[in-house]
C-alpha cells in the first residue's frame, strides 16, 4: 500500500479507535510476532489472510527461475502486506513474505474479514478506495521499472521512501529497484560525485550507512 492508501496510516486507526465496538473487534483479532528472516507467507501457501503491521518491516519478494531474489513491496508500520483471501477461490500465494525486522502484525482472515464488511458498510468503500489507490501506485511502479532510468528510480525511492532507505540492505534496494548490486553502486558513485562529500565515514547522501 501508499501513503495514500485511505485503509493505512494514522488516519485508519483513527477510524478504527472513533467507534468502541470497532476498536474491540479490532483489538480481538490475532496478533504474530516475527524475528527478522522469519517467513510470513511462502510461495505456493494458500491465499487465507493479510496482515496490518503494527511494528516492524516487511518484504514481499518473488523468485525467479535461477532462485534470485526479486523485491515487490516493502511494507513498513501503519501498511498491510498479502492478497486478500477471496471465498471459495483456491489461490496459492505467488509470493513471500518475510520479516526484516521483529515485527507484529495483525491477521485478518477471511472469516473475519466478512464478518467486518457486514459489520461496517464504511470499511468495504474504504477497502474499495485503497484497492485503487494500490493499483495505481503498482501502475506507476511498472512504469518507472519499464521507462526510468536506474539512477532515475533510485532517487524516486529516496525521494518516496526515505524511512525505508535507511532500514534495508543495499541488496533489497537493488532487488527493488530490478539492478544489480553492481549497478546499484555505480548510481551511488555518480550521484556522490555530483554531491558535496558527507560529514562522517560510511554514508551517502539520501541513504544511511551502508548495510550487509
Known amino acids: 500500500m501508499t501513503d495514500h492508501c485511505p485503509a493505512c496510516g494514522p488516519g485508519f486507526l483513527y477510524w478504527i479507535n472513533a467507534d468502541p465496538l470497532r476498536q474491540a473487534a479490532w483489538l480481538a483479532l490475532p496478533r504474530r510476532v516475527l524475528v527478522a528472516g522469519e517467513v510470513l507467507q511462502a510461495v505456493g501457501q494458500p491465499l487465507g489472510a493479510v496482515w496490518f503491521v503494527e511494528q516492524g518491516l516487511l518484504r514481499s519478494h518473488f523468485l525467479n527461475g535461477d532462485g534470485r531474489e526479486r523485491t515487490s513491496a516493502f511494507h513498513a508500520e501503519w501498511q498491510w502486506a498479502g492478497m486478500p483471501p477471496q471465498q471459495g477461490a483456491a489461490a496459492a500465494a505467488t509470493c513471500a513474505i518475510d520479516a526484516l525486522e521483529r515485527s507484529r502484525v495483525v491477521e485478518l482472515g477471511h472469516a473475519a474479514l466478512q464478518a467486518w464488511l457486514q459489520q461496517q458498510p464504511a470499511l468495504r ?8 489507490a494500490n493499483l495505481l501506485a503498482l501502475s506507476r511502479r511498472q512504469s518507472a521499472l519499464m521507462m526510468d532510468s536506474a ?62
Open 125 to 132: 468503500a474504504t477497502l474499495t478506495d485503497a484497492l485503487l
Open 151 to 212: 539512477e532515475q528510480r533510485y532517487q524516486q525511492f529516496l525521494a518516496e521512501q526515505p524511512d525505508i532507505a535507511e532500514r534495508v540492505a543495499l541488496h533489497q534496494v537493488a532487488s527493488y529497484l530490478g539492478i544489480t548490486n553492481v549497478a546499484l553502486s555505480r548510481v551511488r558513485r555518480r550521484m556522490r560525485g555530483r554531491q558535496p562529500a558527507p560529514a562522517g565515514a560510511g554514508t551517502t547522501p539520501g541513504h544511511g550507512p551502508v548495510k550487509p
